[in-house]
Protein backbone atom coordinates (compact mmCIF):
# COMPACT_ATOMS: atom_id res chain seq x y z
CA UNK A 1 0.00 0.00 0.00
CA UNK A 2 1.33 3.84 -0.63
CA UNK A 3 -0.05 7.03 0.95
CA UNK A 4 0.23 10.10 -1.23
CA UNK A 5 0.44 13.43 0.13
CA UNK A 6 0.61 16.68 -2.40
CA UNK A 7 1.94 19.96 -2.00
CA UNK A 8 2.58 23.25 -4.06
CA UNK A 9 -0.40 24.04 -4.83
CA UNK A 10 -1.17 27.82 -4.77
CA UNK A 11 -2.86 31.10 -6.31
CA UNK A 12 -1.52 32.10 -9.63
CA UNK A 13 -1.74 34.81 -12.41
CA UNK A 14 -2.75 33.58 -15.73
CA UNK A 15 0.79 33.04 -17.46
CA UNK A 16 2.62 31.89 -14.43
CA UNK A 17 3.77 28.54 -13.31
CA UNK A 18 3.78 25.97 -10.41
CA UNK A 19 5.20 22.68 -9.08
CA UNK A 20 3.32 20.41 -7.49
CA UNK A 21 4.96 17.58 -6.01
CA UNK A 22 3.48 13.84 -4.33
CA UNK A 23 5.31 12.42 -1.94
CA UNK A 24 5.16 8.93 -1.65
CA UNK A 25 4.79 6.57 1.45
CA UNK A 26 5.74 2.81 1.28
CA UNK A 27 7.62 0.20 -0.44
CA UNK A 28 8.77 -0.43 -3.90
CA UNK A 29 8.33 3.58 -5.08
CA UNK A 30 9.38 2.41 -8.36
CA UNK A 31 6.75 -0.09 -9.24
CA UNK A 32 4.23 2.21 -9.30
CA UNK A 33 3.21 4.39 -12.35
CA UNK A 34 2.23 7.43 -11.11
CA UNK A 35 -0.28 10.24 -12.41
CA UNK A 36 -1.85 13.57 -11.59
CA UNK A 37 -5.55 14.62 -12.04
CA UNK A 38 -7.49 17.38 -11.70
CA UNK A 39 -11.29 18.07 -11.19
CA UNK A 40 -12.33 21.58 -11.07
CA UNK A 41 -15.71 23.00 -9.32
CA UNK A 42 -19.02 20.94 -11.15
CA UNK A 43 -16.85 19.09 -13.09
CA UNK A 44 -15.37 15.60 -13.36
CA UNK A 45 -12.51 14.52 -12.04
CA UNK A 46 -9.89 14.22 -15.24
CA UNK A 47 -6.59 12.79 -16.20
CA UNK A 48 -3.92 15.11 -16.60
CA UNK A 49 -0.57 13.31 -16.83
CA UNK A 50 0.92 9.93 -16.25
CA UNK A 51 4.45 8.69 -15.73
CA UNK A 52 5.85 4.78 -15.39
CA UNK A 53 7.48 3.30 -12.59
CA UNK A 54 10.87 3.63 -13.99
CA UNK A 55 9.89 7.35 -15.72
CA UNK A 56 10.97 5.98 -18.84
CA UNK A 57 7.65 6.71 -20.85
CA UNK A 58 5.00 9.57 -19.78
CA UNK A 59 1.13 10.53 -21.16
CA UNK A 60 -0.60 14.35 -21.28
CA UNK A 61 -4.08 15.17 -21.90
CA UNK A 62 -4.49 17.41 -25.01
CA UNK A 63 -5.41 20.19 -23.30
CA UNK A 64 -2.03 20.32 -21.33
CA UNK A 65 -0.03 19.44 -23.71
CA UNK A 66 3.51 21.52 -24.41
CA UNK A 67 2.27 23.19 -21.10
CA UNK A 68 2.97 20.67 -17.99
CA UNK A 69 5.57 18.01 -17.43
CA UNK A 70 5.26 15.25 -15.42
CA UNK A 71 8.43 13.36 -13.81
CA UNK A 72 9.58 11.65 -10.78
CA UNK A 73 12.62 11.30 -8.39
CA UNK A 74 12.56 7.43 -6.77
CA UNK A 75 15.36 8.47 -4.95
CA UNK A 76 13.01 10.88 -3.49
CA UNK A 77 9.77 8.90 -3.68
CA UNK A 78 8.09 12.32 -5.31
CA UNK A 79 6.67 13.07 -8.48
CA UNK A 80 5.94 16.49 -9.79
CA UNK A 81 3.77 18.28 -12.17
CA UNK A 82 5.82 21.32 -13.93
CA UNK A 83 2.93 23.72 -15.09
CA UNK A 84 3.75 26.61 -16.98
CA UNK A 85 1.57 28.72 -18.86
CA UNK A 86 -1.01 28.67 -16.75
CA UNK A 87 -4.65 29.32 -17.48
CA UNK A 88 -7.93 30.05 -15.79
CA UNK A 89 -9.24 26.58 -17.24
CA UNK A 90 -6.37 25.20 -15.33
CA UNK A 91 -8.19 26.21 -11.99
CA UNK A 92 -8.56 22.80 -9.92
CA UNK A 93 -7.90 20.83 -7.36
CA UNK A 94 -4.87 18.05 -8.20
CA UNK A 95 -4.85 14.57 -7.17
CA UNK A 96 -2.25 12.32 -7.23
CA UNK A 97 -2.44 8.87 -8.19
CA UNK A 98 -0.81 5.40 -7.96
CA UNK A 99 -0.83 2.00 -9.91
CA UNK A 100 1.13 -0.84 -8.84
CA UNK A 101 2.78 -1.80 -11.84
CA UNK A 102 0.60 0.45 -14.25
CA UNK A 103 1.72 1.72 -17.60
CA UNK A 104 0.72 5.62 -18.56
CA UNK A 105 -2.83 3.39 -20.11
CA UNK A 106 -3.99 2.00 -16.98
CA UNK A 107 -2.96 4.96 -14.33
CA UNK A 108 -6.30 6.70 -15.69
CA UNK A 109 -7.72 3.57 -12.95
CA UNK A 110 -5.46 3.92 -10.52
CA UNK A 111 -5.33 2.06 -6.92
CA UNK A 112 -4.82 4.88 -4.58
CA UNK A 113 -5.48 8.81 -4.41
CA UNK A 114 -3.95 11.39 -2.47
CA UNK A 115 -6.04 14.20 -0.76
CA UNK A 116 -5.24 16.95 -3.48
CA UNK A 117 -4.07 20.40 -3.22
CA UNK A 118 -5.80 23.46 -5.11
CA UNK A 119 -4.30 25.45 -7.70
CA UNK A 120 -6.39 28.90 -9.09
CA UNK A 121 -5.48 30.71 -11.93
CA UNK A 122 -6.76 34.64 -11.70
CA UNK A 123 -7.41 35.78 -15.02
Known amino acids: QVQLVESGGDLVQAGGSLRLSCAAS????????MGWFRQAPGKEREFVAG????????AAADSVKGRFLISRDNAKNTVYLQMNSLIFEDTAVYYC????????????????WGQGTQVTVSS
Open 97 to 112: AAKKWGSVVTIKTPDY
Open 26 to 33: GPAFSTYA
Open 51 to 58: ITGSGGST
